[in-house]
T-cell receptor, first 113, second 115 residues
Framework: GAGVSQTPSNKVTEKGKYVELRCDPI?????LYWYRQSLGQGPEFLIY????????DSGLPNDRFFAVRPEGSVSTLKIQRTERGDSAVYLC???????????FGNGTRLTVT | AQSVTQLGSHVSVSEGALVLLRCNYS??????LFWYVQYPNQGLQLLLK??????LVKGINGFEAEFKKSETSFHLTKPSAHMSDAAEYFC?????????????FGAGTQVVVTP
């Protein structure tokens, strides 16, 4: 079946602009995660949704970052007033339940110029 | 707080040789431990995981890892490297209380396989 889909695959934006990154999880997966992978580093947890609600947003670096999942399926990560330091690959993952592994998407590569 | 240290950001192995990727963790409680692989332009894929029980865990593609509590290690091995094993490998740890998927990843080890 279809895996986790992330769009766009690449996004180039200018410093100060607003961006939205989209994640379509695997159908039926109630849990959804966002991670950020900076160059040369491992993925870093940002936020976790169980259904429509953010169960843990402790990884969001500051208030410029926000994520929603209004219908408990698709999620959007929103970044306001982008900075060059936001450049990274943003990964989305979903899982069916607590005993299931995470399924990762291919990521969105964000470049802030 | 948990943390993961992967020794060696790059490893080069000959085809057919042993692959050994080192991972040490720091956790205040018995952890869940994972190895993920990332092929170019693809998402992370779970290789194997340790939760409880047998300390030697077998995964996909002939990989295995052994949880050694006394050494706080979870090293990944494969007896004979194949060209298709060229990828980046990440060790990760999760606190039992965070079993829903909040993982702490290491910095990764890039594996190059030479003919």
């Amino acid at each position: 079946g279809a895996g986790v889909s992330q769009t766009p695959s690449n996004k180039v934006t200018e410093k100060g602009k607003y961006v939205e990154l989209r994640c379509d999880p695997i159908s039926g997966h109630t849990a959804l995660y966002w991670y950020r992978q900076s160059l040369g580093q491992g993925p870093e947890f940002l936020i976790y949704f169980q259904g429509t609600g953010a169960a843990d947003d402790s990884g969001l670096p500051n208030d410029r970052f926000f994520a929603v999942r209004p219908e408990g399926s698709v999620s959007t990560l929103k970044i306001q007033r982008t900075e060059r330091g936001d450049s990274a690959v943003y990964l989305c993952a979903s899982r069916q339940d607590s005993n299931s592994p995470l399924h990762f998407g291919n990521g969105t590569r964000l470049t802030v110029t | 707080a948990q943390s993961v240290t992967q020794l060696g950001s790059h490893v080069s192995v000959s085809e057919g040789a042993l692959v050994l990727l080192r991972c040490n963790y720091s956790s205040s409680v018995p952890p869940y431990l994972f190895w993920y692989v990332q092929y170019p332009n693809q998402g992370l894929q779970l290789l194997l995981k340790y939760t409880t029980g047998a300390t030697l865990v077998k995964g996909i593609n002939g990989f295995e890892a052994e949880f050694k509590k006394s050494e706080t290690s979870f090293h990944l091995t494969k007896p004979s490297a194949h060209m298709s094993d060229a990828a980046e490998y990440f060790c990760a740890v999760s606190d039992l209380a965070d079993s829903w998927g909040k993982l702490q990843f290491g910095a990764g080890t890039q594996v190059v396989v030479t003919p």
